[in-house]
């Protein structure tokens, strides 16, 4: 049972445009999200959170939205840039609960230039 | 960058032979996570701890084993390694103070069972 789940494995997008990566939650327990990217033979990075208290949270090219109603939250790069080529992962916890953090499994990301 | 190492960084074995990665952090963060990334699969859980001696199954515990007795220092054990066990082997550690929420992982270890 996946409890965070990217339904798109890949995504190839032109550089200076949008990236918009998307992923769906199960667990009403869960509230923080967080958005994930990783290179080969490196292991992840932290890139942005939100609060299941906000909607948006925005820093810099990177901003996340959360959609508690629908479960779905997204992240949206603009503009894209090919050195954001990586895969992105989101992953979700319950602080209040076991802080066990459930990744989903990835998005890879190409960005063309 | 988060003070986390992990050794060995690449490890070939038998099966049936068993192993130990070592995961160790100069951050005192009181959680501390194995994961292990497959294709397809993303980052799965394996154990976590939640401080020393207290420790969890994730979501694919099964034939791995864990420890903490320092709070630096997570070993997650393969008791008799197999095939399926094949895979890059991540450490997280995060702390619950505040507004933190994130966590941080080391390089990772790419350990292939034969």
């Known amino acids: 049972d996946q409890q965070v789940k990217q339904n798109s494995p890949s995504l190839s997008v032109q550089e200076g445009r949008i990236s918009i990566l998307n992923c769906d939650y199960t667990?009403?327990?869960?509230?923080?999200f967080l958005w994930y990217k990783k290179y080969p033979a490196e292991g992840p990075t932290f890139l942005i959170s939100?609060?299941?208290?906000?909607d948006k949270n925005e820093d810099g090219r990177f901003t996340v939205f959360l959609n508690k109603s629908a479960k779905h939250l997204s992240l949206h790069i603009v503009p894209s840039q090919p050195g954001d080529s990586a895969v992105y992962f989101c992953a979700a916890i319950g602080k209040s609960g076991t802080y066990k953090y459930i990744f989903g499994t990835g998005t890879r990301l190409k960005v063309l230039a | 960058d988060a003070g986390i190492t992990q050794s060995p960084r690449h490890k070939v074995t038998e099966t049936g032979t068993p192993v130990t990665l070592r995961c160790h952090q100069t951050e005192n963060h009181r959680y501390m996570y194995w994961y292990r990334q497959d294709p397809g699969h993303g980052l799965r859980l394996i154990h976590y701890?939640?401080?020393?001696?207290?420790?969890d199954k994730g979501e694919v515990s099964d034939g791995y084993s864990v420890s903490r007795s320092k709070t630096e220092d997570f070993l997650l054990t393969l008791e008799s390694a197999t095939s399926s066990q094949t895979s890059v082997y991540f450490c997280?550690?995060?702390?619950?103070?505040?507004?933190?929420?994130?966590?941080?992982f080391g390089q990772g270890t790419r350990l292939t069972v034969v």
């Open positions: 997280a550690i995060s702390e619950s103070r505040g507004q933190s929420t994130e966590a941080f």
């Open positions: 939100i609060s299941s208290i906000k």
């Open positions: 667990n009403s327990m869960f509230d923080y």
């Open positions: 701890s939640y401080g020393v001696k207290d420790t």
